[in-house]
């Protein structure tokens, strides 16, 4: 069964359980359900937005270099021939 097949079988299943709600429940769960989306929506967006920015240090561009270059370690061994 396919990922798509098996969410409209849910979706099927939910619709046949919120058929015996009232037409004001029915009206408070998709106020809900609006609300946790767009909650999830901000998220999302809060998340991406978190992903960026500067770096932040104390060290001028020089130094971070020059503390990357003396950070590096080397462990190839070349073999005699």
């Known amino acids: ?12 299943g939910y619709l046949q359980l919120l058929d015996n709600l ?5 009206l408070d769960l998709i106020s809900k359900l609006t609300l ?18 500067a770096w932040e240090s104390t060290h001028n561009a020089e130094q971070i ?3 990357i270059r003396l950070s ?6 070349l073999e005699q021939l």
């Open 1 to 12: 069964m396919k990922a798509v097949d098996i969410n409209r079988t849910l979706i099927e």
């Open 22 to 26: 009232s037409p004001s429940n029915k």
């Open 36 to 53: 946790s989306v767009k909650t999830d929506i901000v998220k999302k967006k809060n998340t991406f937005y978190k992903s960026f920015g």
């Open 65 to 67: 270099i020059e503390d």
């Open 72 to 77: 590096r370690t080397f462990t190839r061994e």
